[in-house]
């Protein structure tokens, strides 16, 4: 039996079980972080199947790793399943989490005889924008010695290299000064205007951004009670951009806009956050394509060469894995279509058979392109020589 013969059996063997898993995390959605029970679960099935196993990495309790074998090239497959406040897996992460188990497992079956060497990261957190998993992993070194890295990312399309853009995620509180609304106004400073007049600049800034900028929030407090002027006004707020360095320059013109409010009404600003921005990714061309060929070969389609990606852009601490070693984070559709990520309907698509299935087209195509790479003399070398 050939090595992509292996790991498809391997894989039909588990198919119940990794769709088992996929539909206990959705049920249980988990925040960022305080994945317990998810992480857990992941963990203990590829214990149980003979991968060496370590839990807590980077001193966060719902990271880990998994390796099993011992071949010459590396190649790492990542794993996510924390979920969303209010909406659950509107992102799919169940998905992406079985998927990644399933694959490492397949790879794993041929990993000798294909001359790999297998590692699933369970990395926490990547809705947490202000601090993803994926980042302190890669501070903490956990991402060290590996050639490649992959996952897939459930959407309403299948495509081969999504459009992933830098952002960075940042708190911002204004502190003014209490006073009688009606009585004594004039001696207040309105800390809820210095937010107005900061969100009233950033529309008014919006027609000097490039097409591709996003600048996106909310109020998270805006007072206590209308008759007081409000003095303890917060937000939290998120800016986008197609590259790290274009986004400099729009999270600076986004922080004079704070700025203004600050100077307008006498409050005192304070941002936090923001210094761990979630890089652009870096898109592996050769893997990607190779993806996409092995895709195909399970009845997915993807858009033609030079038309135009149907996938929305959005950002993901994997664009920072994917600056440190050559990766890939493919889309995989579920049907879900006009339902989009994030969106209440997206998740009950989450837990459809079109949903399971992309937990096994996902998991084979993976593991079909690590073995591949190992089988490919040039790849393999090429990959070898960019060891992360």
């Given amino acids: 039996m050939d090595t992509k013969a292996g790991a498809r059996e391997r894989l039909e063997g588990l198919r119940p079980s990794l769709e088992a898993l996929s539909h206990r995390i959705h049920a249980k959605p988990e925040l960022g972080y305080e994945e317990e029970h998810a992480a857990a679960w992941l963990a203990e099935m590829l214990d149980q199947h ?69 590692t699933l990261f369970g990395t926490p957190a990547e809705e947490v924008l202000r601090k993803g998993g994926k980042i302190v992993m890669l501070e903490q070194g956990v991402f060290n010695g590996i050639h490649a890295a992959m996952m897939v990312h459930p959407g309403p399309w299948d495509v081969a290299e999504w459009p992933i853009i830098a952002a960075t995620f940042f708190e911002v509180a204004y502190k003014g000064k209490e006073s009688h609304a009606a009585g004594a106004p004039d001696r207040g400073i309105n800390a809820l205007d210095a937010m107005t007049v900061a969100q009233t600049s950033i529309g008014l800034l919006r027609q000097h951004l490039r097409p591709t900028d996003r600048v996106h929030g909310i109020v998270t407090k805006g007072g206590d009670v209308f008759n007081v002027v409000p003095a303890d006004v917060r937000g939290e707020f998120g800016v986008r951009a197609v590259t790290l360095d274009q986004l400099d320059g729009v999270y600076e013109k986004v922080a004079r806009c704070f700025e203004a409010g600050a100077l307008a009404t006498g409050a005192t600003l304070s941002i936090t956050g923001g210094d761990r921005p979630y890089a652009h990714m870096e898109h592996d061309h050769d893997l990607a394509m190779l993806y996409q060929r092995n895709a195909e070969a399970l009845g997915r389609r993807f858009p033609q060469a030079g038309g135009s990606t149907p996938a929305l852009p959005v950002s993901t601490d994997m664009g920072n894995v994917s600056l440190k070693v050559p990766s890939i984070h493919p889309g995989i559709g579920i049907g879900s279509s006009p339902a989009v990520n994030h969106q209440p309907a997206f998740a009950a698509h989450c837990v459809t058979p079109a949903g399971d299935q992309a937990i096994h087209d996902g998991a084979l195509s993976m593991a079909w392109t690590a073995i591949d790479v190992a089988a490919t003399p040039a790849q393999r070398e090429r990959l070898m020589a960019r060891r992360g």
């Fill in 50 to 118: 003979g991968f060496k196993v370590t839990r807590g990495v980077a001193g966060l309790p719902t990271a880990f790793t998994a390796r099993f074998g011992g071949g010459p090239l590396h190649v790492g497959i990542c794993a996510e399943y924390d979920a969303l406040p209010a909406i659950g897996h509107a992102c799919g992460h169940n998905i992406i989490a079985a998927a990644g188990v399933g694959a490492a497992l397949a790879a794993a079956k041929v990993a000798d005889e294909a001359g790999l060497t297998v």
